[in-house]
């Protein structure tokens, strides 16, 4: 598996603003995403974080909304941007390992936070 | 798109009986299906996970089995205790769209001692 560490874990912000989560990772992996986890609700991806490029987004996510980072190959940025109550959610990174021959995808603790 | 489907989406159940939650997914070209544990204010936790060319997979008091004919697979808990109330989700992923998960809505268990 691999140990994820995810920066704030829980935030308060003012509609307008903006956060950056942070995701770090103790290995190196290929892939990394963003899920949102809206209240009592499921878990819906919002994009790939691919190193080196743009990240690939999901349809109803645009990058200007939530732009994303990856600048190497253990930690990735989200921002929520111009922030509503609407998007009042846990984001959650998670990483694809090759674990006994096949890929297995694990997740941080998640960001937990509220819009006001 | 792929789409899951699980139910229940509440099950109570009594310490040391089995409980049993079942998902079903439109993409017959899926190929994955990871099971997973989300205790209240964690992440979720990858329990267990099966592919498509298995049709059953045991670890200790946990169990999944995937019908590909039928798109269904089912998580099952055997002589379930306190410590295993929590929401559980199932996912769908294929291998073109290597690690996304389709989730589905989740179940929340809850064992009473």
């Known amino acids: 598996s691999a140990v994820i560490s995810q920066k704030p874990s829980r935030d308060i912000c003012q509609r307008g603003t903006s956060l950056t989560i942070q995701c770090q990772v103790d290995s190196q992996v290929t892939m990394m995403f963003w899920y949102r986890q809206q209240p009592g609700q499921s878990l819906t991806l919002i994009a790939t974080a691919n190193q080196g490029s743009e990240a690939t987004y999901e349809s109803g996510f645009v990058i200007d909304k939530f732009p994303i980072s990856r600048p190497n190959l253990t930690f990735s940025t989200l921002t929520v941007s111009n922030m509503s109550p609407e998007d009042s959610s846990i984001y959650l990174c998670?990483?694809?390992?090759?674990?006994?021959?096949?890929?297995?995808?694990?997740f941080g603790p998640g960001t937990r936070l509220t819009v006001l | 798109g792929e789409n899951v489907e699980q139910h229940p989406s509440t099950l109570s159940v009594q310490e040391g009986d089995s409980a049993v939650i079942k998902c079903t997914y439109s993409d017959s070209a899926s190929n994955y299906f990871p099971w997973y544990k989300q205790e209240l204010g964690k992440g979720p936790q990858l329990i267990i996970d099966?592919?498509?060319?298995?049709g059953e997979k045991k670890d200790q008091r946990i169990a999944v089995t995937l019908n590909k004919t039928a798109k269904h697979f089912s998580l099952h808990i055997t002589e379930t205790q306190p410590e295993d109330s929590a929401v559980y989700f199932c996912a769908a992923s294929k291998g073109d769209s290597w690690g996304k998960l389709q989730f589905g809505a989740g179940t929340q268990v809850v064992v009473t001692p």
């Open positions: 099966i592919r498509s060319n298995v």
């Open positions: 998670s990483v694809d390992i090759s674990s006994r021959g096949s890929n297995e995808q694990f």
